[in-house]
């Protein structure tokens, strides 16, 4: 018998989509219930208007535990569901006691109710509140509460624990955990940044994506840019949007089930447009050495750095001649002890020579608009920093339609023109600033000073191409610069590894 979750995935490869009925009835649907003839007949009719385009449907119990009637009208709407259109049941209790107490649960809610999937509350420990769950029955999956949509979540959930917030600290215990391939979590759509955190630390980890059940859209205002990051195995859970006439706009259940279904997939399908641009861009950086990598595992391969050509200049050796007879001289100056491992690197960026390479720069001016677009940060002007962004910035500010600026890489050089170029004055303005690569951010963060003490220009945010260290974030938070970035290290790996042009053996030692 499948598991909650594979008949999870085989509802959303069959229907293309993500969308899961949430059946809350409260005091707002009275007059539904009564047009249809009570309760029962009212949510079958809400299965029977949306069964095309929703995958699961999901009752809180909290709506059904008032009598002894509801709960049986729960137990004949899952069986209706289930029967008739191969719905995956989710149970929605939030359980989470001791072991003894949650043993107890288990049985009453899967030997009563049959759910495939059941919510549970695990900040009690994943041996007491999910494994009873799981020993109950070998197709129960559950949903655990990791970043909820309620705002006094971020009272626990958000704050900082060994330096991750407390629902990635659950993220990465749950994938511990025994069984966890049964094991999702909740994540609401109003934190679309705790899903981008979450997914980026299953990549750094190496773990499969986890199922996500992701509330909030409607009602709680969820942002679409929570799509982007989420992936394939995700539904989204709508209640009030799908059943309560004052979200319904004049449309039927199944009119707006096909809305959000197709919005949400327009939103997919813009991240994997993205992601296969990115991976583009990789991959010609790779063919045109702007991303310099190892060509073996042997040192002599790889990128030297300037510390490392610094020794071979002091040593007297030039590299010359062709790829062969310069790696020659690299394995005898690394047999003599002149350059070691540190001396060279893994992964080299040199994205500065971008302005070499026309197709590569307008890919990356594209994906830096897009991401700046996806900020909703409010600005009057796009500045570069020099040498590496001046190119880019200046293609961004194009796409945007902004007028642009840069700083001179050393102030006061020249003795008849302004340090800043493009006419920044005066004026009280928004600005953001482009940057290629952020590893101490130094320069960015000296520049952003420069121009706060010289103009009255406000700078708040910071778009890179990558994040090179996590430290080069903390620096710019120190220095009040939110940085934005397209992608950290550990993605860039991933990127590389996905790439054509790498050997396995590379990409394993990357990797």
Known sequence: ??????????????????????????????????????????????????????????????????????????????????????????????????????????????????????????????????????????????????????????????????????????????????????????????KPEAMKSIRKLEIEHEFKPAHVLAPGFGKQGGNMEFVTYAGENVIYNLSSSLTKEKYLNGKTPREMARIWRDDINAYKAEAVELRSITQKVIDLMIISDLILIPKTTDFATWPVLRKGRNKLEAAGITLQGNDDERQATLRSAIKDGILKQDDFAAIYLGLRDVMGFPEIRRLMAYLYVQLIRDSKVEFDRVGSVAYGAINIGDLVSFFLDRPAFLVRKEQGAEATHSDIIGGLGEKEETAIMIEDVATSADSLIKVVKYLRETTSTKITDAFVFVKRTPESEIACKENGIKLHYVMDMNELKRYIANSKYVSDEVKKMIL
């Open 1 to 190: 018998m499948p598991t909650g979750f594979k008949k999870l995935e085989r509802q959303i490869k069959a229907k293309n989509s993500h969308i899961c009925l949430g059946l809350d009835p409260t005091d707002e649907m009275d007059a539904q219930v009564k047009k249809h003839g009570g309760l029962e007949n009212y949510l079958k009719w809400l299965i029977d208007q949306t069964h095309e385009y929703v995958v699961a449907i999901k009752p809180n119990l909290a709506f059904y535990e008032e009598s002894a009637e509801k709960r049986e009208i729960l137990k004949r709407i899952f069986k209706y569901a289930d029967e008739k259109y191969g719905l995956v049941k989710i149970f929605d209790p939030k359980r989470g006691d001791i072991m003894d107490t949650q043993e107890h649960y288990a049985k009453a809610d899967i030997g009563n109710l049959d759910p495939d999937i059941v919510t549970l509350n695990p900040y009690m420990g994943g041996a007491d509140v999910v494994a009873p769950y799981l020993a109950q029955n070998q197709k129960v999956c559950v949903y655990i509460l990791t970043a909820t949509s309620n705002p006094g979540a971020s009272e626990f959930q958000d704050l900082l624990s060994g330096g991750l917030r407390n629902y990635e600290q659950m993220a990465l215990l749950a994938h511990s955990w025994e069984k966890s391939d049964r094991i999702g979590f909740v994540i609401g759509t109003t």
